[in-house]
């Protein structure tokens, strides 16, 4: 049991899939807390505890890319995280944040109460309508934030982890929403708390700069994009120039940092931008291929199968079903 | 008794209008009132609003009746209940121990959350909605009022998206009650958005009517003009939806109306007449007949006789 829970944690990050799969055998005769993981693909409550027993510390997880955000909330433990290649002590009374498309492997020495929340970007507009680069900007900037204050307030947060915990329970058809809202709260109070006074953390290398303005542009442009207020969609190059930067120097830095060509970020970007529009049933899927800068609509349908396995037509077709 | 008549929407106007003290936090798109904490003189009978807001009362214990459009809610200890805005609405106590009263602007939540609202604040076609509430949801919500609160008197920085999320959360837990009796069928996101704002359309058609600012009811026609919809594409998504034409809407809202200004205003048939621009008083009376199969003389009066025996007994 233990094991199978030891492999559920590091596929958990790997692929969405299979993390889909895990949630069927969940047996909903156990008692509040006692899950390792909850949740799907889009939106999931980790408890390290329960992962990881104490005769299985120290443990380590095998590098991985993620592809979600994801908050770790340590009450008391112990361990290490290295992100990209730089690492972090992991102590009681601190947050640690990470963002997609980063290298990452976790430690744990001691275990003794951490949790975390896994999160899509798509799952908190989607449900909660708020953009992460708008509202949460130290989601994007900060590796770690420490939760030194007082007691009560971290007792605060727990209790708003045990409310999403309890929506996860009670498979509600309104528990998406909740749970967004939930996270939403959780998220405010973290930066209630700390954004007064807040600077953005140099990042320990120029690179990280680099990568980092790429996502700020790339995200800008698409959010413009969607809603319509710029017609033309850029390239490397265009990304590259806006950092007075040479396009092959940009990838090569991208690659290195995030493991993808700068190519495979727009695509991915792109098909995010893609679902999100396809649901919209006003519009053509003629229209929305040339709004994501595809000129015929058959690129458009092979680029978009190529990535998701449905064609535009029958993503839609099961977009409106749900 | 009738409620003294008015047409005032803000939030701000309508606490000034009761004598009711404004702080500094209550402000056109939101305010938290702890009625218990207000010394009301009972029994209280509150004037007409036609507020431009959402009213949410958490009530712990409390009695009363809530009249909004046609429909009488009452008010009872353990109680939620919400009203939608742009129609007429009052209320009326005869016992405050314990009751929350918040009200927002709908562009109060948007401002923060922008998107994923809209279903929300439908709340399945009605005008209100009301339900009772267990012990342990009643804590909860107690709770998440107390802490609306305290943010509210706070100088904290965001303590309005926290705010916000606070409402959007109780709205979220009130919708999941009433899911099971929804008669919405909003198929996706989008056209839930086109659903509501149809519906924001129309109520502030009526409540420009009402303060003279329009000369006639809008109908599919002028409405798909201002979505940008083609007609028969709107009228499409919108019976679809609901389950209800265009003008099943739009007539059964204007009759809301006029039940509610016979029942509790003193209001001439001709001036009510005139109110919703209607030239002729004939016109109006047999507009109203064929809609309730009643004359709305008779329904004044039948309301007013029955009040009145409710009173002898």
Not at chain 2, 159 to 166: G, T
């Amino acid at each position: 049991m233990e094991n199978s829970n030891k492999i559920k944690f590091t596929d958990f990050y790997d692929t969405a899939k299979i993390m889909g799969l895990d949630l069927s055998s969940v047996d909903l005769d156990h008692v509040d807390m006692s899950y390792g993981h909850l949740g799907d693909a889009e939106f999931s409550f980790v408890n390290s505890k329960v992962l990881h027993p104490d005769d299985q510390l120290p443990f380590s997880t095998p590098p991985f890319f993620t592809t979600f955000f994801s908050v770790g909330f340590v009450l008391d433990a112990y361990g290490k995280i290295i992100v990209d290649k730089l690492p972090f002590n992991v102590k009681p009374g601190m947050l640690f944040v990470n963002k997609p498309g980063e290298l990452q492997q976790l430690t744990w020495e001691v275990m003794n109460e951490s949790y975390g929340i896994i999160f899509s970007e798509n799952f908190i507009s989607k449900y909660a309508g708020i953009s992460i680069y708008k509202t949460f900007p130290f989601l994007l900037f900060e590796r770690q934030i420490p939760l030194k204050t007082s007691e009560v307030f971290q007792q605060e947060l727990k209790k708003i982890l045990l409310l999403i915990v309890d929506q996860l329970l009670n498979d509600s058809p309104w528990k998406n929403q909740i749970c967004a809202n939930l996270l939403t709260r959780f998220l405010l109070k973290i930066k209630q708390e700390y954004w007064e006074g807040y600077v953005i953390n140099n990042p320990e290398t120029k690179h990280h700069d680099i990568v980092n303005d790429f996502f700020q542009n790339l995200e800008f442009h698409y959010d413009q994009l969607l809603k319509g207020k710029v017609q033309r969609t850029l390239y490397m190059k265009d990304y590259a120039e806006m950092q007075q930067l040479h396009e092959n120097y940009l990838s090569s830095i991208l690659k290195a940092k995030t493991g993808k060509t700068g190519g495979q970020l727009i695509a991915e970007k792109t098909l995010s931008a893609a679902k999100i529009l396809i649901e919209d049933p006003r519009l053509s899927l003629k229209e929305i291929g040339y709004m994501l800068g595809f000129t015929y609509l058959s690129y458009f349908s092979i680029f978009f199968k190529k990535h998701t396995g449905l064609s535009p037509v029958n993503y839609r077709k099961k977009s409106l079903q749900l | 008794m009738k409620p003294v008549l008015t047409n005032l929407s803000k939030i701000t106007e309508c606490l000034a209008f009761m004598n009711l003290p404004i702080s500094t936090y209550n402000s056109v798109d939101f305010s938290f009132i702890k009625l218990h904490e207000l010394g009301i003189n009972l029994p209280f009978h509150s004037p007409t609003f036609r507020p431009d807001f959402y009213n949410l009362f958490i009530i712990v214990d409390a009695c009363g009746s809530y009249y909004i459009g046609d429909k009488e809610f009452e008010l009872s200890s353990k109680k939620i209940i919400i009203s939608r805005p742009e129609s007429f609405s009052s209320s009326y106590w005869t016992k405050i121990q314990k009751v929350y009263a918040i009200s927002f602007r709908k562009s109060f939540l948007l401002q923060y959350f922008p998107a994923g609202i809209d279903t929300v604040l439908e709340l399945g076609g009605e005008n209100g909605y009301t339900y009772d509430l267990t012990e342990k949801s009643m804590n909860y919500y107690e709770q998440t009022c107390q802490e609306i609160y305290d943010l509210s008197l706070s100088t904290m920085a965001y303590k309005d998206e926290l705010i916000a999320n606070l409402i959007l959360n109780l709205l979220f837990l009130m919708q999941l009650h009433q899911n099971s009796d929804s008669n919405l069928k909003l198929e996706s996101e989008k056209q839930t958005t086109i659903v509501s704002a149809f519906r924001q359309n129309m109520e502030n058609n009526f409540s420009r009517l009402i303060r003279g600012e329009d000369t006639s009811i809008m109908r599919t026609k002028e409405h798909s003009r201002l979505l940008n919809f083609n007609e028969n594409h709107l009228s499409k998504v919108i019976s679809n939806c609901t389950g209800k034409t265009i003008n099943e809407w739009i007539n059964e809202k204007l009759i809301d109306e006029i039940k509610y200004l016979l029942k509790h205003s003193d209001k001439s048939m001709k001036e009510i007449a005139a109110l919703f621009a209607f030239n002729d008083l004939n016109y109006f009376c047999s507009y109203f007949k064929t809609q309730t199969l009643n004359a709305p003389n008779a329904l004044r009066k039948e309301f007013n006789n029955g009040k009145k025996n409710q009173n002898y007994v």
